[in-house]
Structures are given as structure tokens and as C-alpha cells.
């Protein structure tokens, strides 16, 4: 896979400055009764720009993601005017398929996160995570950023990522309203 593009790179991680400052995705998914949408924290991007969301397994959205790999996240920050976009597949893991990686991203759960994956909050294991406990990492096919402009948003930058063979093609895009 290859690296994340310059542009979207320098807006995840300059101006929304993360991993410092925590970002919160609207992320999408698709049942078989349509769209669902919900907010979830961002917990890491590779340097490929993978994006990785931590779940239970008993949600709605692991369920969508079960029957229908496809998500699509949108992260928008007022302060900077710009909206990001991201389409792809999902991998998802749990402490069967990949317990090394489950277990390094539990690690990082706060306790009080950690105690609604036990019935018991005196069972929690603070190294090992439960079985219950999810990695959904998107794998991007395409990006897109949208830088606005406030005073004239007809004038705003709106760029598409599409990944092909040899990388990341850019393609502009006219801002309609």
C-alpha cells in the first residue's frame, strides 16, 4: 500500500495535529435496513494511511462490517474549514484472528472504556483484551479533502485521492453549492 497523501498527511497531522489532539470520525456503514452513522474516536493511522477505530463486538456497526466490508469516515474540523473523506475496505480483528494487534490497542483503552467489554468490572484484564473486544482498520481506496473557503465557498479546494496501480492520483473537483 502506499503512503497516505502529502496533502491529506499534512492536514491529519500539522493542522489537526494528531495523534495530540484526538480527532472523532463520522464513520458509515451499511445494513441490510440501509445507511448507519455513527461517531467514533480515531485511534491511530498508519503510515499508509490506514485508519483504526476500536469497537464491541456486539455493536451495530461490527455487525454492518461483518456482512459488508465497505466504510466510509468523514472528519471535519471547523477551526481549520476543511472536511476529509475517506472510502475503503475494512479488516476486522479480534483477539482470535489477531491477538497481538487486539492486545496492543486494548493496552491503550482507558479502564473506564475497559469496563463496559466486562460484566463484571472486577474481571477486567488490563493486558489481555476480551473476547468481545474489536479492531476495524480501513484500508483507503480513495480520499478527499475539502479546504473551505468563508467567504466565497464557490472558490473552495475540493480534491479527490483515487489509488491505483502506481499510487495516489489527484483530481480537482468543482465546488457546487
Given at each position: 500500500?502506499?503512503?497516505?497523501?502529502?496533502?491529506?498527511?499534512?492536514?491529519?497531522?500539522?493542522?489537526?495535529?494528531?495523534?495530540?489532539q484526538?480527532?472523532?470520525?463520522?464513520?458509515?456503514?451499511?445494513?441490510?435496513?440501509?445507511?448507519?452513522?455513527?461517531?467514533?474516536?480515531?485511534?491511530?493511522?498508519?503510515?499508509?494511511?490506514?485508519l483504526?477505530?476500536?469497537?464491541?463486538?456486539?455493536?451495530?456497526k461490527?455487525?454492518?462490517?461483518?456482512?459488508?466490508?465497505?466504510?466510509?469516515?468523514?472528519?471535519?474540523?471547523?477551526?481549520?474549514?476543511?472536511?476529509?473523506?475517506?472510502?475503503?475496505?475494512?479488516?476486522?480483528d479480534?483477539?482470535?484472528?489477531?491477538?497481538?494487534k487486539?492486545?496492543?490497542?486494548?493496552?491503550?483503552?482507558?479502564l473506564?472504556?475497559?469496563?463496559?467489554?466486562?460484566?463484571?468490572?472486577?474481571?477486567?484484564?488490563?493486558?489481555?483484551?476480551?473476547?468481545?473486544?474489536?479492531?476495524i482498520?480501513?484500508?483507503?481506496?480513495?480520499?478527499?479533502?475539502?479546504?473551505?473557503n468563508?467567504?466565497?465557498?464557490a472558490?473552495?479546494?475540493k480534491?479527490g485521492?483515487?489509488?491505483?496501480?502506481?499510487?495516489?492520483?489527484?483530481?480537482?473537483?468543482?465546488?457546487?453549492?
Amino acid at each position: 500500500m502506499m503512503e497516505i497523501p502529502s496533502r491529506i498527511k499534512t492536514y491529519l497531522y500539522t493542522i489537526l495535529q494528531f495523534p495530540l489532539q484526538k480527532i472523532s470520525a463520522q464513520v458509515a456503514t451499511q445494513s441490510k435496513d440501509g445507511p448507519h452513522l455513527r461517531t467514533m474516536k480515531l485511534v491511530d493511522i498508519h503510515v499508509n494511511g490506514e485508519l483504526v477505530f476500536l469497537t464491541n463486538l456486539i455493536t451495530q456497526k461490527w455487525k454492518d462490517l461483518s456482512l459488508n466490508q465497505k466504510m466510509v469516515v468523514l472528519i471535519f474540523d471547523q477551526a481549520a474549514s476543511v472536511q476529509i473523506l475517506c472510502k475503503g475496505k475494512v479488516f476486522l480483528d479480534t483477539v482470535v484472528s489477531q491477538s497481538e494487534k487486539v492486545n496492543h490497542y486494548w493496552g491503550n483503552v482507558r479502564l473506564s472504556v475497559k469496563k463496559v467489554f466486562y460484566e463484571n468490572p472486577a474481571l477486567i484484564d488490563s493486558t489481555n483484551a476480551p473476547s468481545n473486544f474489536g479492531v476495524i482498520t480501513l484500508i483507503p481506496a480513495y480520499w478527499e479533502i475539502l479546504e473551505v473557503n468563508s467567504k466565497d465557498y464557490a472558490s473552495s479546494l475540493k480534491l479527490g485521492y483515487v489509488l491505483g496501480k502506481n499510487g495516489w492520483t489527484e483530481n480537482e473537483y468543482q465546488v457546487k453549492s
